[in-house]
């Protein structure tokens, strides 16, 4: 009996989901505070780190806790009082673990912004609500979009400084529909808040009854997200092979990886890619445990009916619904190293678990990042420039656009002589 | 209608996974760091679930500093034979037999920075080209910024300021000859997800993570386990208490902490309103704000 009750307590964790979503913004927008409130209503700070930055924000003259100081854990970090990197913070509530890729505002805004982005469901806005839409606004809208993030949630903050005005929120709200739809982005979502005051946050503000929405913490909790995953198009690019030398399991070959797309089933045929080969699915596997279905983005291990030859960067999928396979590719790069990118200079380049080299064939436009609009007379791309380009491969990649998979849509160019990765890519 | 939706434990596991079997398609001989802490522990039991039927294809690797809680080294020789893995020992002990490290001095004298050097060592001597590692981001804040594969020059050195951005799920381990990679499948789990998986798995850890009697004494506020390692002053006075450890690292920098919970469901209650992160009880992260940084940097785990 006493076993049973422990065991209720403890098992809500079984249905917990895992929501990624990224910040990004400035100092002075409030964004510190707001992922302060969330973690502290979480109880997702603890004591000894609380105390530790309470110090050094103290000795450094800080009016406020300077909540930076929790993952700015390198040297250089602190003494330039600057974040470097994207830090990643958790936090959960009884219905979701919740991680946090915070991107920060000034220094290599791009490349970092890109990168939290590049795993995230949810993208959260801030909007200063006594300056309405501004460059950086449009600059977090257009790499939401361009990095497919679900869901986008515009927090129009510092409400308290505008009276709680409707008009104020309205006319925002108005603004960055216009813009927004300039673009894509699948849901987007309004949130008048203050961060410091907590209207909003977590709980519902009894300063603003005209606001009948919910708070950010609701959506954050119950925004749907099992439809971020690609459950449409079946693709299960093979990461590893498994042969266990074992007398028990003498004839097994399974295919191991993560299910990028789609559902598979046992008994499904199934076609592999480049070879053509067609079979069914004879098993699928988490271990020592058979499945009936399988879906993104599992990693499981699949057995065939038929002994073919298939090895890693190879791709599984339905005869029907096949991807792309091209050695010419559109894309839209962002780039991330000190040394521009050389036009017509060759490059390592990783796609889903396939290794290949590419040259690069023209540079058609870089992307005016907080206008939108295309700069066509100039073509070196510097760190943090996005631009369209197109590329040709050793040989054939297997791909979708990335509006329809993130994961068979997206690319990394690494320099080959210093192995560093350059550049990060999105099949247009 | 049927929900294809995956629980975070689930996610978590599936991420973990793939990076384990990117490590053994990327690199020629990798090894898994296993301390015989719950954090390798999870590791290790997702490498096997990673590679069934098949065995987990590299060494598990125990950088010993000599100084380890018995119950530790138990479970380590019962776990590795279990699973029937390859386990090579890393010595610290002879490493400073050799005169490669001055073992430290005093009351607080501790293995544990030396075990940087005898991990190097074991690096080279094997050729290993990637170690996996159980650190986590949320433990501590330089572990924060870093990567899940993390490139070493061959010196071992890490460069924080210098890192690979690490985009979607794609994993760049090239690199030189002579260089490796640190690679950490659970970057992204907190000591919580940790212990919610250990109970879902039903994975066995060793005893000192339970609540036990135990001879103590305190030594600035950190509850010691008294040992032949470690040199109490005369005022540190010897008690007996009911403690847990939070974390299983070197006896001499590992402190433990009051507790009842003598059940994995009991010490999720507990971690639901602790108020003190586990490294707390590290007395090894105190000697200064940057003092994991700095080993790291030198290649630390």
Known sequence: MENSTTKNETSSYLDMELLRFSTAGSVDDGKSTLIGRLLYDSKSIFADQYEAIEETSRRKGDENVNLALLTDGLRAEREQGITIDVAYRYFATPKRKFIIADTPGHIQYTRNMVTGASTSNLSIILVDARQGVVEQTCRHTFISSLLGIPHVVFCINKMDLVDYSEDVFEKIKKDLEAFSSKLEVRDIHFVPISALKGDNVVNKSENMSWYQGSTLMYLLENIHIGSDYNHVDCRFPVQYVVRPQLDEFHDFRGYSGRIAGGIFKKGDEVVVLPSGFSSKIKSIHIYNNEIEEAFSPMSVTMTLEDDIDISRGDMIVRENNQPNASQDLDLMVCWLNDKPMINGGKYALKHTTNDARCIIKEVKYKVNINTLHRIEDDKVINTNDIARITIRTTRPLLFDKYSRNRITGSLILINEATNETVGAAMIV | ?301
């Open chain 2, 1 to 301: 209608m049927k929900s294809y939706n995956l629980t975070h434990l689930e996610e978590l596991e599936a991420e973990a996974i793939y990076i384990l079997r990117e490590v053994a398609s990327q690199f020629e001989k990798p090894a898994l760091l296993f301390s015989g802490g719950k954090d390798s522990i999870v590791v290790a039991h997702m490498a096997r679930k990673a590679f069934w039927p098949a065995k987990i294809p590299f060494p598990l690797v125990h950088i010993d500093t000599g100084h380890n809680f018995t119950e530790t080294i138990e479970f380590r020789d019962d776990f590795v034979q279990k699973i029937g893995a390859n386990l090579i020992v890393g010595s610290v002990q002879q490493s400073i037999n050799e005169g490669k490290v001055v073992e430290e001095k005093g009351f607080n004298a501790s293995r544990n920075a030396l075990q940087t050097v005898t991990l190097l060592d074991t690096i080279e001597q094997y050729k290993f080209d990637c170690a996996i590692g159980g650190a986590r981001r949320d433990e501590e804040k330089a572990r924060a910024k870093e990567r899940f594969f993390s490139h070493r020059d061959e010196f071992g050195q890490w460069d924080p300021k210098n890192q690979r951005p690490e985009l979607w799920n794609i994993f760049n381990g090239r690199k030189d000859m002579g260089e490796h990679f640190r690679v950490f499948p659970i970057s992204n789990w907190t000591e919580m997800d940790v212990w919610q998986y250990i109970l879902k798995e039903n994975i066995e850890i060793p005893s000192i993570y339970l609540a036990h009697q135990r001879e103590v004494f305190i030594r600035e506020g950190v509850i010691m386990s008294t040992s032949s390692f470690i040199q109490q002053r005369d005022n540190e006075v010897t008690t007996n208490m009911q403690v847990r450890f939070r974390t299983i690292g070197d006896a001499t920098c590992t402190g433990a902490v009051e507790s009842n919970a003598d059940s994995i469901e009991k010490i999720i209650e507990e971690v639901a309103v602790a108020r003190t992160t586990e490294r707390g009880t590290r007395s090894d992260d105190k000697r200064s704000e940057a003092a994991m940084e700095d080993r790291k940097k030198q290649g630390y785990f």
